[in-house]
């Protein structure tokens, strides 16, 4: 079988210099249900002041890591949002 890692060599060229920073912030495990009484999950009812304050001066969004419809557990919705297939 050939190796078919792609080497450090390759990914350099692939990379530029840019002024722009990314960061990806993954939020795992606050997919919690509405309280019975206020309507609202356990993260619409926390106080979060930061994440509220990134959320406004970023460009936010939604991925289906492995299908639409389909909820994956931790590990693979991790790897598929890393660009591994998780099936």
């Known amino acids: 079988m050939a190796n078919t890692m792609i080497g450090f060599e390759h990914l350099k060229k692939l990379s530029h210099t840019s002024p722009s920073k990314i960061v990806l912030l993954i939020i795992d495990g606050v997919g919690g249900l509405p309280h019975s009484q206020t309507g609202k999950t356990e993260l619409e009812s926390a106080k979060k002041p930061n994440l509220d304050q990134i959320a406004k001066e970023s460009i936010c969004?939604?991925?289906?890591?492995?299908?639409?419809?389909?909820?994956?557990?931790?590990?693979?919705?991790?790897?598929?949002?890393?660009?591994?297939?998780?099936?």
């Open 61 to 87: 969004g939604l991925i289906d890591p492995v299908s639409p419809g389909i909820t994956p557990g931790s590990a693979p919705g991790h790897l598929a949002i890393f660009g591994y297939d998780p099936v």
